[in-house]
């Protein structure tokens, strides 16, 4: 089931009503979740994301490509025009296959690289990878991350805050060093960070303090790869209908109120995200470089 209602991001309509105000069941999955098993289903794009060729050519490498905002980062990228390398952790193997068909099914090629971004080894292998698959690369999308939530600071584990620290931020600086000598100018990196940045739910400690080092990673890194003409840049997404959410991302009697204390009033989409990568990785945002543009149903931020 497909929650869109039919029409692609470029028809003009209600952003109110262009989705369902979902009211989530309680419920969990394993870490790190499926897409594949989540109630309700998102929309990813599968039938609503329609390209006009802004990404045409592009050679692109998105972690967490398999579900959630990475995939519909992936599907976005490749009915623009872009071939795309999708990593994601081995478990989530069916979700992966499926956005590859999607990939596919627009003329686009698709690689695929399963592996833990928390270990420095497959970082370096993922981007080598993906260099020799694509011929190149010129568009980097860190969008992996994991977040667990943990009522009470005297029961988040020391190997939790590691963890966490090391998918979600140390991996963007290892697969970046990676990727930058492969970058020509025009490149673009995009990373995900958070409504969570700026605003720190009490039960996402960790989590929260990564997502503001990935905007402050993002303002550093984009000022010494401006002169090279590559252009960092970030997303801050809000509350958006993920596996994330249900794999113990956020306590589970929150589940049903998800997204509803938005102005918007509902929860985002998956490809209610898309556009914003799009626009920060194709050339059209040529002077845009350090910012993270906010997609989050209009909460205030700084
Ligand atoms: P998601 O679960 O669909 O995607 C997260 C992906 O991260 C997983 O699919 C997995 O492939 C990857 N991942 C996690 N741990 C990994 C590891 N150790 N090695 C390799 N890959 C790993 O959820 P999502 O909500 O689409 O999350 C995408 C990004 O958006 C994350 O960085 C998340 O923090 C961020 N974000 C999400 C929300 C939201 O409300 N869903 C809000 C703000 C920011
Ligand atoms: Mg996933």
Known sequence: ????????????????????????????????????????????????????????????????????IGAAIAIAFAREGADVALAYLPEEEADAQDIRRVVEDAGRRAFLFPGDLSDAAYCEELVRGAVEALGGLDALVNNAGRQIAVEDIADLSDEQWQETFDTNIRAIFRVSQAAIPHLPPGSTIVSSTSIQAYQPSEHLLDYAATKAAINNFTKGLAQQLAPAGIRVNAVAPGPIWTPLQVSDGQPKEALPHFGKSTPLGRAGQPTELAPAYVFLTSAESSYVIGETLHVNGGTPTP
Request: proline letters at 12%; aromatic letters at 4%.
């Open 1 to 68: 089931m497909n929650p869109s209602t039919g029409s692609d991001q470029l028809t003009f309509q209600n952003p109110v009503t262009r989705f369902p105000d979902i009211t989530p069941p309680v419920q969990d999955q394993p870490e790190p979740g499926l897409d594949r098993d989540l109630v309700p289903q998102t929309d990813r794009g599968h039938d609503s994301y329609r390209g006009t060729g802004r990404l045409e050519g592009r050679k692109a490498l998105i972690t967490g490509a398999d579900s959630g």
